[in-house]
């Protein structure tokens, strides 16, 4: 089945700067790639994915890119800010029948003012 | 619409005990997911719905059962509890193949004694 690996694991920057955060995943297949932010105590929540026949996409501060032939795709945030503290999970999916998920392990980043 | 919900929210069983953990969505979706997460962990899938009727096993299905009469509700039951089963579960649901983004539920802290 798919794998999928998310490093780093924690990530400590200072406010204003940027922050990446990257995954990589096995199966060729997967064609669907979202990322989800978890404060602490709270539901993960959707905060922007891409798909497999798109290389960048971008969402004010953040965007997320797609090297399908290295199968890594990598979550960007320019100018953080302390709000951005949070776990962001990396997911990857089939498409197929039932949309499952595969997550990452997460990447708490901490965003010192 | 309230998205998806959970009860309850917290619960302390007993080794041996049982529960059933509710969830239930008001976006009609089809697609429906029980998720376990483990403190400083990832999201591991337990089960999935494709629809009422149909339920099939995740990652982690290992004393879980499910059940799904209904598109709104898809409950979780743990027959006999176990440390192990220890942890926060997430019910998420999405529409349909093409439509991949999963909604969360506010979770349900379990803690078995």
């Known amino acids: 089945g798919e794998n999928v690996e998310q490093h780093p694991s924690t990530l400590s920057v200072q406010e204003g700067d940027s922050a990446v955060i990257k995954c990589t995943y096995s199966?060729?297949?997967?064609?669907?790639f979202p990322w989800y932010k978890q404060e602490l105590g709270k539901r993960p929540q959707l905060i922007i994915d891409?798909?497999?026949?798109?290389g960048e996409k971008k969402d004010q501060r953040i965007a997320v890119t797609l090297n399908k032939t290295a199968k890594h795709f990598s979550l960007h945030i320019t100018e953080t800010q302390p709000e951005d503290s949070a776990v962001y999970f990396c997911?990857?999916?089939?498409?197929?029948?039932?949309?499952?998920?595969?997550f990452g392990g997460g990447t708490r980043l901490m965003v010192k003012p | 619409n309230a998205g998806v919900t959970q009860t309850p929210k917290f619960r302390i069983l007993k080794i041996g005990q049982s529960m059933t953990l509710q969830c239930a969505q008001d976006?009609?979706?089809?697609?429906m997911y029980w998720y376990r997460q483990d403190p400083g962990m990832g999201l591991k899938l337990i089960y999935y719905?494709?629809?009422?009727?149909?339920?099939d096993k995740g990652e982690v299905p290992n004393g879980y059962n499910v059940s799904r009469s209904t598109t709104e509700d898809f409950p979780l039951r743990l027959e006999l509890a176990a440390p192990s089963q220890t942890s926060v579960y997430f019910c998420?649901?999405?529409?349909?193949?093409?439509?991949?983004?999963?909604?969360f539920g506010p979770g349900t802290r379990l803690l078995v004694l």
């Open positions: 976006m009609n979706h089809n697609y």
């Open positions: 719905s494709v629809g009422a009727g149909i339920t």
């Open positions: 998420a649901s999405s529409y349909t193949t093409g439509r991949e983004t999963q909604y």
């Open positions: 997911a990857a999916s089939k498409g197929n029948a039932g949309n499952m998920l595969t």
């Open positions: 891409i798909r497999s026949n798109v």
């Open positions: 199966d060729s297949a997967s064609n669907y």
